[in-house]
C-alpha cells in the first residue's frame, strides 16, 4: 500500500517511519525548501517515548535529549506550589524527554532516509489539492524550484501540515482561522547555568498570559566547556483579548524588549537579565488553537497532528498525542482489509479522545493547579492538585497504569495480510 503524507514535521516523518515499520510504502512530502534544525523546546511524555522506542529510536533519542525528573510549579516568587516527578522517576517504564525541536526532527529524518531510501522525503513541494479516485487518491503539489507540477498517486493520503493544514482547508472550506486566547508567547533558547538540580521543569506564575516557562534540553555535563545547558524558556504576555503581535506572529523580540518584559519576575533561582542576552534569537508567537473537528477522515483521507487537533500547549501533549496518531493509524492499516474502513477505524479511535484534550487544554489542563494556586494565594491542598494532575492524565490516557500496561501499536504479522 502507497501512502502519500503531506507534510515533513515530527508528526509527518513519525508517521512515515510508522507506515514503513508496518509493512506500507510511505513517501513524504514538504513545502519547505529544506529541513533543518530549527526551533525551540519540546517535551516528549512517556506514552510518546514508548511509541519511538518501539520503532527502534530509544537509542537515538537518549543521545540527543535530557530525561527531566521534576515538574515543578511556582509562584511569581519563585517558590513551590506543587510538584510531581517525571518519567521513570514517578514509575513509568519509559522516560520523559525534553529535547531541541530541532535535534528532533534531524533524528528523525535520518531514521527515515535511512529506513525508506533517500528519496523518502521531498522538500520544495506546496501541496495543492487532492482528488480521490475509485482505487485511490491523487494530490497535486507545486514544485517551488522549478514552478512546475507534480502529481502523486497513492492509495492513502495522510495530511501531517500542521495547524494551517492546506489538506484540512479543502476538507473543512469553510472552517475559521485558528482561535486565540490573546495570549504571546516570547520562545528562545540560551546556555545558562542549572536551574534548581538542572533536571527540572518549572512552570510560574498562574493564569496564562502571566507564566514563565524554563527547562533544561540537553545535560549539563556533556554540554558546553563552560557546563551551561541549553535551557528552553517561555514567557507569556498579552496584547490584548484577540490582538495580533505586532509585525505578525514569529517577530523577533530583542534583547532589550526580552529583559523589559522579564522585569518584573523575581525568581532567585535564574538569571533571567543572563537568560535574554545569551539568546540568540527570541521569537513571539500567538497561543492558538482550533476547534474540534467533526471527523478526520474522508474516504482514503485523513488528518494527524496539528492538522488535526492543535491545541493549547498545557500539560506538554500537543507533539506527544501525534506520535500516538502515526502508530494507532499504522496499526489500523494493517489491521483493516480496506483502506477506507481503516481510516474510519483510526477517526473513531483517536479523534474523540483527542478533542477531549484540546478543549480541556482550552480550561487550562493540568496547569489548573496554578491558576488555582495564584487565586488561593498559595499552595493547594496536596490531595486537590493530585485529582486535577490525576484527571488530566487519564483524559490523555497517559496515567501510569495506561502507558505500562496497554498491548503495543507495533504491527506484528505482515502488513499485506491484516487480521480483522
Not at 529541513?35 to 517515548?49: K, Q, S
Not at 484577540?242 to 538569571?271: H, K
Request: a neutral charge; one cysteine or more; proline letters at 8%.
Amino acid at each position: 500500500m502507497k501512502v502519500t503524507v503531506v507534510g515533513g514535521g515530527i508528526a509527518g516523518l513519525t508517521c512515515a517511519l510508522s507506515l514503513h515499520a508496518a509493512g506500507f510504502e510511505p513517501r513524504v512530502r514538504e513545502a519547505a525548501r529544506k529541513v533543518e534544525a530549527v526551533g525551540v523546546g519540546i517535551n516528549l511524555l512517556p506514552h510518546a517515548v514508548r511509541e519511538l522506542s518501539e520503532l527502534g529510536l530509544d537509542r537515538e533519542l537518549a543521545s540527543v535529549a535530557l530525561p527531566p525528573h521534576r515538574l515543578s510549579y511556582r509562584d511569581r516568587t519563585g517558590e513551590a506550589v506543587w510538584e510531581e516527578p517525571l518519567g521513570r522517576a514517578a514509575g513509568y517504564h519509559w522516560p520523559q524527554y525534553s529535547v531541541h525541536r530541532g535535534r528532533l526532527q534531524m533524528l528523525l529524518l535520518t531514521a527515515v532516509r535511512e529506513r525508506l531510501g533517500p528519496d523518502s522525503v521531498r522538500t520544495g513541494l506546496r501541496f495543492q489539492r487532492f482528488e480521490q479516485t475509485p482505487g485511490g487518491v491523487r494530490a497535486h503539489f507545486l514544485d517551488r524550484s522549478s514552478g512546475l507540477p507534480v502529481v502523486d498517486d497513492a492509495d492513502v493520503l495522510v495530511g501531517a501540515d500542521g495547524i494551517d493544514s492546506a489538506v484540512r482547508a479543502q476538507l473543512f472550506p469553510h472552517e475559521s482561522p485558528p482561535k486565540g486566547n490573546g495570549v504571546h508567547m516570547w520562545r528562545a533558547v540560551a546556555h545558562h547555568p542549572h536551574v534548581l538540580d538542572g533536571r527540572s521543569i518549572v512552570v510560574a506564575g498562574g493564569t496564562p498570559g502571566a507564566k514563565f516557562v524554563a527547562y533544561p534540553i540537553e545535560d549539563p555535563a556533556t554540554a558546553a566547556a563552560t557546563g551551561d545547558a541549553l535551557v528552553n524558556w517561555v514567557l507569556e504576555v498579552r496584547h490584548g483579548p484577540s490582538a495580533p503581535p505586532p509585525d505578525g506572529p514569529g517577530r523577533r523580540v530583542t534583547a532589550a524588549e526580552a529583559r523589559a518584559g522579564l522585569s518584573s519576575w523575581q525568581l532567585p533561582w535564574i538569571d533571567l537579565t543572563t537568560l535574554a542576552e545569551r539568546s540568540s534569537a527570541i521569537f513571539e508567537y500567538p497561543m492558538l488553537d482550533r476547534d474540534p473537528l467533526p471527523r478526520w477522515s474522508f474516504g482514503r483521507v485523513t488528518l494527524l497532528g496539528d492538522a488535526a487537533h492543535p491545541m493549547f500547549p498545557m500539560g506538554m501533549n500537543g507533539g506527544s498525542q501525534s506520535i500516538v496518531d502515526t502508530r494507532v493509524l499504522a496499526w489500523c492499516l494493517a489491521r483493516e482489509h480496506e483502506p477506507v474502513a481503516a481510516l474510519r477505524r483510526y477517526d473513531r479511535m483517536r479523534r474523540p479522545a483527542v478533542n477531549a484534550i484540546v478543549l480541556a487544554n482550552r480550561n487550562l489542563g493540568p496547569e489548573e493547579i496554578i491558576a488555582r494556586a495564584e487565586e488561593h494565594g498559595g499552595a493547594l491542598p496536596g490531595e486537590r492538585a493530585e485529582q486535577i494532575a490525576t484527571h488530566y492524565r487519564r483524559l490523555a490516557g497517559a496515567t501510569v497504569a495506561d502507558v505500562n500496561t496497554h498491548r503495543s501499536w507495533t504491527v506484528r504479522h505482515p502488513a499485506a495480510d491484516p487480521t480483522p
